[in-house]
């Protein structure tokens, strides 16, 4: 099991880019995942805003970037600002985000994103870096190659529908995402610097404690400032005259439409509803840090800039057995400052003396980004305290003025697929001031 576990972090360490699924099967799962998401999604099925949406979607992806597949565009009706866009082409958009759209600009740049992360294969290569962690012998037999891939990936536990965790993509994946959305929009004559403005927009909704922020931002983590190279793409591929912000007749006429419908007597979600992962939000006392969390799980203070977060069943006596603790390490010293290495291996001292098992995996410290500056995260495994069971236990730091900012995240060894979705959204979530 051990020899495994490492080979299994080499893999995830080494193969971001990997899929073992065709772009054939991209196509069945998606049919798959859609028609099970549509059990629970409320479509708005007025004859005159189908056709608008639909037609506007499918000029969009008449662009070769796009990939010749079969896309379909769908609305939601529902408040959650959000987007979903599944295998093969199925994309569906919430109408709270659609409504937050000005112009026909903002529109396809809200399509443009979905289109990006569906050509460039996002979701199975998500499902294949799951499939490392949760059956990598299926893979050595093929699994994905075979005929009866949905029966064998359902007793694996491996969820499809709307909160599939293989629809939660990296911010290596937004950011290509958002720059084939570039092409996308300038090939098709959109202004592409929509995509900027909107993108802002979105992210810079105001996030108190206890509320939840929109889903679209845990489900398409961007970074603080839009990236150089998007701004620097849309320069490049925009011309003076796309430069404007077009809010045709037609347009005006689907948002109003959109605007006069009644939402359903009851808007409960899941519409498009933000991950379990992290629907509720921290933030810091000072405003330091804040990050998303699972929703029920429950909060206690760690020091004075700490904190531990767990579900009921995450901590036996102040020992956390699955859960999340964050807090400020000092690592100031006077003689010279440290690096995120040095920084990170003081730590790591410091956790192992209220821990001795723990230790860390070869090869398992890698580079991460932690709110858009340099990390480390670093895998490790021991026994639990109080459990006497194995765990694995990751170590997500960043550097922080004189201080080393850092979370770790702990499950059971033989749960840690199951955590892992979560940890990932959570580490993703973090904003530092």
Known sequence: MRILLVGLVLLLTTGQGINFFSPEQDVEIGSEASREAELTFQIIREANLNRYFQVFGQRLVQSP??????????????????????????????????????????????????????????????????????????????????????????????????????????????????????????????????????????NDAPAVEGARLPAFVFNHPQSENLSSQIVEEIERLSSPRQRRAHAGPEFRAFRSALLKLAYPATDKEPQIAPSDAISSVFVHPQDYYRLGYPLGWQVTSSGRNGAIIAPADGMVGADITRGILFDLFDISVSERALTLEQATNRLIVFLRQRNQSLRILPGAQVQTLVSDEPGLRTVMIGKSNTTDSSEVVWVVTRLYYQSLFYMVFVAPEDEFPVYQPIFEQVMRSARLR
């Not at 026909?104 to 569906?118: F, P, R």
């Not at 290569?125 to 699994?143: C, D, E, F, H």
């Not at 005929?147 to 529908?161: A, E, N, Y």
């Open 65 to 202: 970037p796009a990939g010749g597949l079969p896309y379909r565009f769908r609305i939601v009706n529902s408040k959650e600002i959000n987007s979903l866009g599944f295998p093969g082409g199925a994309i569906y958009v919430n109408r709270g985000l659609i409504e937050a759209a000005e112009n026909e600009d903002e529109l396809a740049a809200i399509l443009a994103h979905e289109v990006g992360h569906i050509a460039a294969r996002h979701g199975t290569a998500q499902l294949s870096r799951q499939l490392l962690v949760q059956s990598p012998i299926s893979i050595a037999a093929g699994l994905p190659a075979i005929d009866v891939w949905k029966d064998q990936l359902t007793k694996l536990g491996i969820s499809f529908g709307a909160d599939a965790a293989f629809l939660r993509y990296s911010r290596d994946q937004e950011l290509e995402a958002n720059l084939m959305a570039v092409r996308l929009l300038a090939e098709m004559r959109f202004d592409a610097h929509a995509l900027h403005t909107f993108l802002e927009k979105i």
